[in-house]
């Protein structure tokens, strides 16, 4: 099945999805610069703008979207230095901004970009600074908890069950595999050794772990053939 490629709500440039409790599927539509859901059936059911509340009026970017525990959408646009909040009908409901491993916070228009987002297995939100190469660790509600320094850009973040991060850089380069105080443990290189791949999306999964407790990690290379390969969480292809 395929869906989002007809009618007037067609994806332009779909970046990112979430799916809901109740199956919906949100994606992130960069180009049109809205969130569109459809049903689990690819139905298209209806779209909501980013550009509201601390951002109104501004041009917008969607770019990652995660949904919560709490049942809520968590969305950086890349045009905006916040990560934004919404209910499943789309309905802005609050927002945040990061906090650097120096405690600089960059809660200002212009101030910096935001791209990778994920949530780990504390319920924590872990936000990807690109412009100033960090993760912002937050609570549910927002609150700022810890910074990670990172040496690469953080186009895509994804969380282990175990508590180590894996982040995707924003330009061609390996994934690294690094811990909660940002130590880098490892670093997952394409399959024949190409440098130039472009590793840009990042999903873990459990249920097609074939080595026990240990996630599977699945990386979507933007060159290269365009292929996705699969990981153990410790970098094993």
């Excluded at 109104?56 to 969607?62: H, L, T, V, Y």
């Excluded at 916070?105 to 910096?112: E, F, L, P, V």
């Excluded at 590793?199 to 699945?218: A, M, N, R, W």
Aim: negative net charge; charged residues 15%; contains cysteine.
């Amino acid at each position: 099945m395929e869906f989002g490629n007809v009618g007037n709500e067609k994806l332009i440039t779909a970046l990112d999805v979430g799916v809901t409790p109740t199956r919906d599927i949100a994606v992130t539509d960069l180009s049109a610069a809205k969130v569109k859901i459809f049903n689990a059936d690819g139905a298209f059911q209806s779209a909501f703008n980013v550009n509201v509340g601390v951002d109104a009026g501004r041009s917008s970017n969607p770019f990652c979207i995660q949904v919560g525990p709490d049942n809520l959408f968590y969305v950086t646009d890349h045009s905006s230095p916040f990560v934004k909040i919404f209910d499943f009908q789309g309905t802005y409901k609050r927002y945040f901004h990061t906090v650097s491993p120096d405690n600089v916070a960059y809660n200002t228009h212009g101030s910096s970009t935001l791209r990778g987002l994920t949530i780990n297995s504390k319920h924590q939100i872990l936000a990807g600074n690109i412009t100033h190469k960090f993760i912002s660790c937050h609570s549910l509600d927002g609150t700022h908890l810890s910074s990670i320094k990172l040496t690469i850009q953080p186009h895509s973040l994804a969380a282990t069950s175990k508590g180590n991060i894996l982040v995707s850089p924003y330009s061609t380069g390996g994934v690294q595999i690094i811990d909660e105080a940002g130590t880098v443990l490892s670093k997952l290189q394409s399959p024949d050794g190409v440098s130039s791949w472009t590793p840009y999306g990042l999903v873990i999964s459990k249920c097609f772990s074939v080595d026990g407790d240990e996630d599977e990690v699945f990386v979507a290379d933007g060159a290269n053939g365009n292929a996705v390969y699969r990981y153990s969480a410790s970098g094993k292809y």
